[in-house]
């Protein structure tokens, strides 16, 4: 079969886990991305990815926060998406304090995080975005208050959650959660959390069906468990090596190493043979 368009995730998959790009996984992006449209999906914001984006040199837009938007970086704005109603997200702030959880949230513009409570993950993340220039840097900044910004804001895309396990799960059970939001663990009592409808695979489907490429000639490679519907509705589906288990199910390779190696470029070479 011969594939006609690459979406990759990029934490554990494109990235190493010092967060830059895989020197090898980047210099064969850059030859198919000139065949075929390459597309990055991702749990990320759209202003903590346009650092790869740019040095992928990509053109296509790109699929943010696991499904909930697509951004298009060429004209500065959403093509299309699924926000969290403002009186939502003050409901969902309540009772993530309640229940005393520490929050990152997605905002129109960039991610916010407590002065106060900072989510431990968020703090390297704010020195990494500081090491880029002014005009390039993403926005990653901390706040005072949660409702404040979220008065200052157009658009809650997600939150971020994580707390004790006991609160944790407490505060997943709450019938305002169940009924109104869907997510994937992320790490240890961490979770995504979003407008119920959005996964990875559903937006990654309505891009192709807009741009007239059947799903089955489409590669995606990633490795944790928000990458699962995408990886099952493609015809080239990669799971890396250290994924979980759940997560390999749905992939039809498996990577010969994990994010650090090179088999995932080595099946690249295989999906999209090129000639120098």
């Known amino acids: 079969m011969t594939y006609q368009f690459l979406a990759l995730d990029l934490d554990g998959t494109t990235l190493q886990n010092d967060h830059t790009l895989h020197p090898l996984v980047k210099e064969y992006v850059q030859k198919i991305k000139h065949h075929y449209p390459v597309m990055i999906v991702t749990g990320r914001h759209h202003t903590a990815a346009k650092p ?18 697509r951004y ?14 403002h009186d939502l997200a003050q409901s969902f702030l309540a009772l993530a304090h309640q229940y005393q959880l520490q929050l990152v949230m997605y905002t129109e513009d960039g991610m916010a995080f407590s002065h106060h409570d900072p989510i431990p993950y968020m703090l390297p993340l704010k020195q990494w975005a500081q090491s880029y220039p002014i005009d390039q840097r993403p926005n990653i900044y901390q706040v005072e208050s949660f409702e404040a910004e979220l008065n200052k804001t157009n658009k809650v895309w ?28 992320s790490g240890e009592n961490k979770i995504d959390l979003a407008m119920k409808g959005h996964s990875k695979g559903k937006a990654l489907i309505d891009y192709l069906a807009a741009k007239n490429i059947d799903e089955k000639h489409a590669v995606a490679a990633g490795d944790n468990y928000n990458d699962i519907s995408m990886l099952s509705v493609v015809g080239g589906s990669i799971a890396m090596l250290h994924a979980h288990d759940e997560v390999k199910k749905h992939a039809k390779i498996i990577c010969t190493t994990d994010n650090q190696g090179d088999g995932l470029t080595q099946l690249l070479k295989q999906y999209f043979p090129i000639k120098n």
């Open 52 to 69: 790869y984006y740019d040095e992928l040199g990509l053109t296509t837009p790109i699929i943010c926060c696991n499904g909930v938007y």
């Open 72 to 85: 298009d970086y060429t004209n500065h704005c959403v093509e299309t998406g699924i926000a969290i109603p």
């Open 158 to 185: 997600k939150f971020v959650a994580q707390g004790s396990a006991k609160n944790f799960q407490a505060f997943l059970q709450q019938p305002l959660i169940e009924q109104y939001f869907s997510g994937s663990l």
